[in-house]
């Protein structure tokens, strides 16, 4: 069978995090940094190592099958891709922000200002959407100084934390767009074999990181209220244990209700809670 190539960050945010998906989805390749293209050992896969920018559009020529991108460099390039997966790394908010001082109250009072961002075709299109006219000055790096320098009265970019934004006096105002690293594939490729393979694997992965295996004890008068609170995941599994009147109770559960759960089992009697984590979960 032909070999899918898979475009992924050469170096930068969602280098590292790539690469782990794919080491997790049992893929064994060497992370050459220096060269462009590796193959991966046990699967009939090679892996292209490019600047984020490039990912959308090599894929969508169908140079690389496949690609790990943020949904922000997708949009902004308006490439023609098939949107297969979330990823659930590389989360980010693309904002607008304006001096901490600035008289700009309402998405409105933009119009006639000026906006500096790397993001002009995402902007463009979020300002038309809202019908203001403003001025998009794009620049490539260091966003967040043109205000300060006067080149701009507000910003439009990525912010995670806000720390970047507030040491430069700026204060974040709205939100443009949300994103995260995504699966992306050329069209035309969604039955391909090798594809829905990787697909399943990956899908295990990203299931397995949402869930837990817990391992509790509880004396057998108690194990009712225990499978209660434990309702919504499949009935889980009930061993005797050699002390007689206590059982061990098996079941996975999901990162989210995680800490609220925990604290209602001990509550109901739950003792010696372990708590795993789950490398894969196939359905
Ligand atoms: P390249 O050299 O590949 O062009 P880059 O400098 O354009 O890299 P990075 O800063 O590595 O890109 O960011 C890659 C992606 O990570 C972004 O496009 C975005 O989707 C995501 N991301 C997550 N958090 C942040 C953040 N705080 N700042 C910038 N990007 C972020
Ligand atoms: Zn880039």
């Known amino acids: 069978m032909k070999n899918l190539k898979i475009a992924i960050q050469k170096s930068g945010r969602l280098n590292e995090k790539s690469v782990q998906l794919l080491k997790n989805c049992g893929l064994d390749f060497e992370n050459y940094k220096s060269s462009l293209i590796t193959s991966v050992s046990n699967f009939n896969l090679e892996i292209l190592f490019l600047r984020d920018d490039d990912i959308p559009g090599y894929v969508e020529e169908g140079i690389a099958d496949l690609g790990i ?35 700009i109250s309402d998405l409105k009072d933009l119009n006639g200002k000026s906006i500096a961002t790397s993001y002009p075709v995402i902007l463009k299109n979020f300002l038309e959407e809202y019908k203001i006219n403003a001025d998009i000055q794009t620049i490539s790096g260091s966003v967040e100084i043109a205000p300060g320098l006067g080149l701009s009265d507000a910003i439009c970019d990525i912010v995670s934390t806000g720390g970047t934004l507030k040491s430069n006096g700026l204060k974040p105002f709205a939100d443009v767009r949300k994103s995260e690293a995504i699966l992306i594939a050329r069209e035309g490729l969604e039955e391909n074999e090798i594809l829905m393979e990787l697909l399943q694997r990956i899908q295990s992965v990203l299931r397995a990181k949402e869930t837990k295996y817990v391992v509790l004890n509880v004396e057998k008068n108690n194990l009712e209220k225990v ?57």
């Open 69 to 103: 991108v943020g949904e922000n460099v997708i949009d902004e390039t308006e490439s023609n891709v098939a949107y297969l997966q979330r990823l659930g790394f590389g989360k980010c908010t693309l904002k607008l922000a304006i001096p901490r001082d600035s008289k």
């Open 227 to 283: 499978t209660e609170l434990l309702k919504g995941v499949k009935s889980p599994t009930v061993v005797p244990l050699a002390e007689e009147g206590w059982v061990a109770v098996h079941t996975v559960i999901s990162e989210d209700d995680f800490w609220g759960k925990i604290n209602k089992l001990k509550s109901v009697g739950a003792q010696g809670i372990v708590v795993m984590p789950i490398e894969k979960i196939i359905l």
